[in-house]
T-cell receptor, first 112, second 114 residues
Framework: KQEVTQIPAALSVPEGENLVLNCSFTDSAIYNLQWFRQDPGKGLTSLLL?????REQTSGRLNASLDKSSGRSTLYIAASQPGDSATYLC???????????FGKGITLSVRP | DTAVSQTPKYLVTQMGNDKSIKCEQN?????MYWYKQDSKKFLKIMFSYNNKELIINETVPNRFSPKSPDKAHLNLHINSLELGDSAVYFCASSRTTSGNYEQYFGPGTRLTVT
């Protein structure tokens, strides 16, 4: 059974700091890994998707890496801004129908 | 243009009632999903349909019955609502079941059972 862990559950940083959010998963037989952002009371916004054959993906100030063999992914946020404050969820797709298993998320607060 | 929409956004009802949540996607995707996010914010898949066919059915009470009239719509009907059903329900879609495509989520329906 796939399990996804995100530690810590919450993080507070000053504006401008570069930061790394971690995600680990127990079953390396994944199809892809997605990072999502969730704002309070809102739905999920897909940030980055990394295929199992890829090592990283970049979008603007975000860079996600994947080490499938060790069951780890990181989301790097450069030059953090208060607008980055949200919950960041990691999810892995496994099984014949690419079922997503989510971590519990990391709630990020970027202080002005 | 809304990609994945859900109605209603909020639903407050009493125990024992039957209610439905509707989901529509205008992305032309073949696959749709229902997820439940509990009070601890943990998000877990409930069902998935591909071209109107049920392909994922997690351990969900049979009071929950999804229905897909066409591949752009996936509705969730809940019978005999219980307090523990209170949660936020998210609908999502993806191009296919293949792991090559990301999932797009709706805004969620916050269900409160009193």
């Amino acid at each position: 059974k796939q399990e996804v862990t995100q530690i810590p559950a919450a993080l507070s940083v000053p504006e401008g700091e570069n930061l790394v959010l971690n995600c680990s998963f127990t079953d390396s037989a994944i199809y892809n890994l997605q990072w999502f952002r969730q704002d309070p009371g809102k739905g999920l916004t897909s940030l980055l998707l990394i295929q199992s054959s890829q090592r990283e993906q970049t979008s603007g100030r975000l860079n996600a890496s994947l080490d499938k063999s060790s069951g780890r992914s990181t989301l790097y946020i450069a030059a953090s801004q208060p607008g980055d404050s949200a919950t960041y969820l990691c999810a892995v797709a496994t099984g014949a129908n690419s079922k997503l298993t989510f971590g519990k998320g990391i709630t990020l607060s970027v202080r002005p | 243009d809304t990609a994945v929409s859900q109605t209603p956004k909020y639903l407050v009802t009493q125990m024992g009632n039957d209610k439905s949540i509707k989901c529509e996607q205008n992305l032309g995707h073949d696959t749709m999903y229902w997820y439940k996010q509990d009070s601890k914010k943990f998000l877990k898949i409930m069902f998935s349909y591909n071209n109107k066919e049920l392909i994922i059915n997690e351990t969900v009470p049979n009071r929950f019955s999804p229905k897909s009239p066409d591949k752009a719509h996936l509705n969730l009907h809940i019978n005999s609502l219980e307090l523990g059903d209170s949660a936020v329900y998210f609908c999502a879609s993806s191009r296919t079941t293949s792991g090559n495509y990301e999932q797009y989520f709706g805004p969620g329906t916050r269900l409160t059972v009193t």
